[in-house]
């Protein structure tokens, strides 16, 4: 055979059309990464809403595309990649300036979604740890996340002062915090 | 390392998830229909892709246009303004060089 008849056999090969992805695995695709890409989405800054649109959006624009198999992981990082760069050209676009720095968030977002997680770990060992809290500090924790109550009108329910409250609240993050750690190594061990 | 700021913003993040309601939901069934009425809509036809690049572009203006200027007044980005400026007086001095004022450019330095 000709040596160039063999280069070309080769590529006629490797440029073949992937073959279109089915519904069903689409649906499996879309399903098994939505609640990280969303969750990713919302520690970047993104209100509930905004991260439901950017999260369709990603997809769209990763759906035009053949279907590669990344392997999990790689699916993950470059929808997250995806994300990132769609809400960074919204926010241009808008001219909206970011509620948190990009570093800080990306940092937050490693530390919740511990390897191959999509945060759901870390949001059960949050659940444990408001069982273990104060029942004071569980109810401000309740008027500031579930009624979205400003600090002066939580002190006036539970009457405190404005920095009764935020030292309360200060207290209650660092419990948190440290109660978390620690679930999570325990699982981990 | 994780720093504290970013503890407590993913603390803030998964109470707002917790105890508000700010759940993720299940977007497949949406996700999946737009991606229907997308792969569903026409291909342009090339006879309009034509027809658009025939379309006549106006003349490129030599000064900035509307969002760069928008940019540069909004986004922080002033720090190209010292640039713009050194350039601006590069460029007078180049004009007057050519005029019966170039001797006094010398003077300048």
Redesign the interface.
Same mark, same amino acid.
């Given at each position: 055979m000709h040596p160039n008849r063999a280069v070309a056999d080769s590529i006629s090969v490797t440029t073949a059309p992937v073959p279109t992805a089915t #519904?069903g695995s /689409?649906?499996t695709f879309? =399903?098994q990464h939505?609640?990280h890409l969303?969750?990713y989405l =919302?520690?970047l800054g993104c209100d509930?809403a905004q991260? +439901?649109d950017l999260?369709?959006e990603t997809? #769209?624009k990763v759906? +035009?595309k053949p279907l590669a198999d990344f392997g999990g992981g790689g699916a993950r990082a470059y929808l997250c990649r995806t994300a990132k760069n769609a809400l960074l050209k919204w926010r241009?676009r808008d001219?909206r300036l970011a509620r948190?720095d990009l570093a800080?968030?990306e940092?937050?977002?490693?530390?919740?979604c511990v390897e191959g997680d999509d945060?759901t770990r870390? /949001?059960d060992a #949050?659940?444990q740890c408001?069982d273990e809290l104060a029942p004071s500090a569980q109810q401000a #924790?309740?008027l500031? $996340?579930?009624e979205?109550l400003q600090r002066g009108e939580i002190g006036a329910r539970l009457g405190l002062g404005d920095h009764g409250v935020k030292s309360l609240l200060q207290r209650t $993050?660092a419990r /948190? =915090?440290a109660c978390?750690e620690r679930r999570l190594r325990h699982d981990d061990a | 390392m994780t720093t504290p700021e970013a503890q407590d913003h993913a603390l803030h993040i998964l109470l707002e998830e917790r105890l508000g309601e700010h759940a993720p939901s299940d977007l497949t069934a949406r996700i999946l229909a737009a991606h229907q009425v997308r792969s569903n809509a026409p291909e342009p036809q090339p006879h309009q892709e034509k027809r658009r690049s025939r379309r006549r572009r106006p003349a490129p203006s030599p000064l900035p246009d509307r969002r760069s200027r928008r940019a540069l007044a909004t986004a922080g980005r002033w720090l190209l303004l010292p640039l713009l400026i050194a350039l601006a007086l590069v460029g007078c001095a180049l004009a007057i060089g050519s005029t019966g004022a170039a001797p006094f450019i010398y003077t300048m330095f």
């Open positions: #519904l /689409l649906e879309i =399903r939505q609640t969303w969750r =919302r520690f509930p991260a +439901d999260t369709q997809f #769209l759906l +035009d241009e001219q948190v800080t968030a940092m937050a977002f490693a530390w919740a945060g870390t /949001l #949050l659940g408001l #924790l309740q500031r $996340y579930g979205e $993050y /948190l =915090r978390i | -």
